[in-house]
């Protein structure tokens, strides 16, 4: 797969949607999970808020936000693929005490108002993004004045002793788990992907670019990681 290539981003978490929670605790031994709650810890939900779960997957972060602003806020989960979000709303269904909306849309252009969105979040899609700056200025557009977005992802890493475990990581552990269920081939495009996202400090420099007050870098997990905190 062409990393960034958006159709076919869409047709492979179309295809993994089944196996996409099981596969991300087994990669990440539940990390993801402490990694994920981390990111929404910089957004501060509160009751009332509209929140925004762009490249939303099957929703799991949709339903913590949700969790956090009841009873009177409301989630929108925003995907590319269908089959995602298929999953996203048969879930909801046995929640209905949580507001949750969703929605098909390119991460780029979710069609959502100016200013429209309280908090966001887009974990692991940024670097799925043909134009990462795109999905970027589409985050501050949507968000109102002092708005806050967290972006989670892997840490794209400098030649050394780092990109020699990330390397090892998904060569030696991430694709041989994903061959035991069938979608090697949908996850050897990690490494590639990778060549081609912004660093820290890129994605830092990006968000000013398109107009962030705020815009601070960390990398998680020995720096296999990283968490972008924006403010608008």
């Keep these: 797969m062409k990393p960034g290539d958006p ?18 605790d087994l990669l990440s031994l539940r990390l993801h999970r402490v990694w994920k709650r ?16 762009l490249c939303c997957g099957t929703g799991d972060l949709s339903f913590l936000l949700a969790e956090q602003i009841r009873p009177s806020g409301t989630v929108l989960g925003i995907d590319t693929a269908v089959a995602p979000l298929e999953a996203a709303e048969l879930r909801a269904a046995s929640q209905p005490w949580l ?17 429209s969105i309280d908090g966001a979040i887009m974990a692991y ?46 060569q030696q552990l991430v694709v041989p788990v994903a061959e035991y269920f069938n ?7 990690v490494e590639g992907s990778l060549n081609r996202f ?10 000013y670019k398109v107009g962030f007050r705020v815009a601070r870098y960390a990398p998680l997990a020995g720096g296999q990681m990283g968490l972008l905190r924006l403010q608008a």
């Design 198 to 207: 912004p660093t820290g400090q890129e994605q830092e420099d990006l968000a």
């Design 7 to 24: 159709q076919a981003v869409r047709v492979m978490f179309e295809e993994i949607a089944s196996s996409y929670d099981t596969l991300n």
């Design 38 to 53: 981390q990111a929404l810890s910089w957004i501060q939900p509160h009751s009332g808020q509209i929140l925004l779960d």
């Design 99 to 115: 507001r949750l909306r969703w929605r098909q849309a390119d991460a780029i252009d979710t069609a959502l108002s100016n200013s």
């Design 183 to 189: 979608l090697k081939h949908h996850y050897t495009y």
């Design 125 to 170: 899609g940024l670097r799925n993004l043909l134009d990462p700056i795109g999905g970027l200025w589409e985050l501050r557009r949507v968000l109102k004045p002092n708005g806050r977005a967290t972006i989670l992802d892997f840490n794209s890493q400098p030649a050394g002793l780092g990109l020699y475990f990330q390397q090892l990581y998904l």
